[in-house]
T-cell receptor, first 114, second 115 residues
Framework: AQKITQTQPGMFVQEKEAVTLDCTYDTSDPSYGLFWYKQPSSGEMIFLIYQGSYDQQNATEGRYSLNFQKARKSANLVISASQLGDSAMYFCALRTYGNNRLAFGKGNQVVVIP | DTEVTQTPKHLVMGMTNKKSLKCEQHMGHRAMYWYKQKAKKPPELMFVYSYEKLSINESVPSRFSPECPNSSLLNLHLHALQPEDSALYLC??????????????FGPGTRLTVT
């Protein structure tokens, strides 16, 4: 079974500052992928970034980057230069190869303040 | 086009009504999903269709009945729902079932209220 842990309480971030969202995971499968999604209050889940278990480099996508520490089983999301539109719930999720189930963490609420 | 559409956006129904939620994607994806999400919680998987066949049913009550008429369409038929079924229902699709790195693309959701 796969498990994702996101334990940070709601976060307030100053506009233009960076924020790091923690995610730890547990799986015995060597082949897996980690996904981060953003969910604004409107409800839509927006895919942000992906990291594969065999990827040698940390994933980056615009202002989003992933701090992937495989030995520690952590995949923290870093959002640089926060914008007001970044206020949302952020979910970390894991899926193993051959499996259609996406295991979600409980999410991190982020509020960006001007 | 990386869009999954869902209709309706909002739905209010009584416990004796029958209604359907509709989901559509034109990305050629071969896996489609239904999720239920309560406020402040992560989405919970309900059903998965792979190549138009039901591959996962997460022990969902029979008052929810999924249907995949073709590779682009996914329906969720609702009948005799309970107030606790009120939630955001999300549809998603992904390119190849079970394969990495294919992410799931989500639709905007249908906010369902059962009265």
């Amino acid at each position: 079974a796969q498990k994702i842990t996101q334990t940070q309480p709601g976060m307030f971030v100053q506009e233009k500052e960076a924020v790091t969202l923690d995610c730890t995971y547990d799986t015995s499968d060597p082949s897996y992928g980690l996904f981060w999604y953003k969910q604004p209050s409107s409800g839509e889940m927006i895919f942000l970034i992906y990291q594969g278990s065999y990827d040698q480099q940390n994933a980056t996508e615009g202002r989003y980057s992933l701090n992937f520490q495989k030995a520690r089983k952590s995949a923290n999301l870093v959002i640089s230069a926060s914008q007001l539109g970044d206020s949302a719930m952020y979910f970390c999720a894991l899926r193993t190869y051959g499996n259609n189930r996406l295991a979600f963490g409980k999410g991190n609420q982020v509020v960006v303040i001007p | 086009d990386t869009e999954v559409t869902q209709t309706p956006k909002h739905l209010v129904m009584g416990m004796t009504n029958k209604k359907s939620l509709k989901c559509e994607q034109h990305m050629g994806h071969r896996a489609m999903y239904w999720y239920k999400q309560k406020a402040k919680k992560p989405p919970e998987l309900m059903f998965v269709y792979s190549y138009e066949k039901l591959s996962i049913n997460e022990s969902v009550p029979s008052r929810f009945s999924p249907e995949c008429p073709n590779s682009s369409l996914l329906n969720l038929h609702l009948h005799a729902l309970q107030p606790e079924d009120s939630a955001l229902y999300l549809c998603a699709s992904s390119q190849e079932p079970g394969q990495l790195p294919y992410e799931q693309y989500f639709g905007p959701g249908t906010r369902l209220t059962v009265t």
